[in-house]
């Protein structure tokens, strides 16, 4: 049987209210940090709700700019398209022209 060693009851007491002590100051350091962590989290999701209303704007800004674009697209594609077409009667109207020329002339 283990031998256990009897404080007076004073230096128990004694130890005890030191232990306390201790334990108290652990708790008021641990609720601290608790504190700061809670602070912490508070601003971290204030930042991920900044950064989400921005990614919201964004993404609604690219939507427009697409849109903005695929309309430019098909403008520049119609202006092709008659471009194209004044280019191919231009050419039939010379080649038109030049046959109409006597042989003479259509040489010089």
Wanted: aromatic share 0%; proline share 3%; with cysteine.
């Amino acid at each position: 049987m283990a031998v256990t060693k009897q404080l007076p009851a004073a230096e128990e007491e004694k130890l005890l209210r030191q232990r306390n002590e201790e334990l108290e100051r652990e708790l008021r350091k641990s609720q601290e940090r608790e504190e700061r962590m809670k602070a912490e989290l508070q601003r971290a999701r204030e930042r991920l709700r900044v950064a989400e209303e921005a990614e919201e704007r964004l993404c609604s800004q690219l939507g427009e700019l697409e849109a903005e674009a695929v309309d430019q697209a098909r403008m520049d594609h119609a202006r092709i398209l008659a471009l194209v077409d004044k280019l191919s009667q231009a050419q039939r109207l010379l080649q038109a022209s030049a046959l109409a020329l006597p042989p003479g002339l259509a040489s010089k």
